[in-house]
């Protein structure tokens, strides 16, 4: 072999010994698809953040239609985002909205479409179960839930958390391939021959820098989300 090629090998060590970890840069988290997490994202609160109906119709306590048939009184409405400012007592029921909170002393929602109105009570022809279409705080994601680990490729495999990740107020930063990651350099590596060729020809005694390697296909800098 001539004494002027380089090895895979030796080019592969030549990048890992010139190679310095940059300090992650936030991006907006729409600006980051095929960027990678330099950290976990992890649940800053639960989700959802408070108890809401799964469905329209009337928030009332279970206990209540034992004995149905029942005729409860209406005493008002919850509307996302206009709750029922007060508590549901015995032989009370509140029309609600799908994703309004649930009112206090309520644990049960049973569908409008399963009852009757009559002026301002509603009739209950049958025993409701608690829980009974009502998504509890925390259902989905628990405070301090990991979502997405250090590593993690945002992109469409990450797509479902998009929504939860931007209501937590999330970002994303980027850095460069570091020296721990050979397999990552390795693809750099053959992704782009003509900067290994530069590099290649580079003086091995020349003083260590900052560079990095060209991003390859397929291969893109990974990302950092700030603390949520």
Known sequence: MPENLWTPAAVRGLLLERVRPLPPRAVPL??????????????????????????????LRAADTARAPVRLRILGRALAGRPFAGEVGPGAAVAIATGAAVPPEADAV?????VQLDGETVVVDRPVEPGQHIRAAGEDVAAGTLLLPAGTVLGPGSAPLAALLTELGAVAGVYPVVP????????AVHASPCATASLARASASSP?????????????????????
């Open 180 to 187: 721990d990651d050979p397999a990552a350099l390795a693809e």
């Open 110 to 114: 049973v569908p409008v479409e399963l």
């Open 208 to 228: 260590p820098s900052s560079m990095h390697p060209p991003v390859g296909p397929g291969r893109q800098e990974p990302a950092r989300p700030p603390h949520l």
């Open 30 to 59: 729409q600006a980051a698809a095929g960027l990678v997490l330099a950290e976990p994202v992890v649940a800053a609160t639960e989700m959802p953040r408070f108890t809401s109906s799964a469905m329209d119709g009337f928030a």
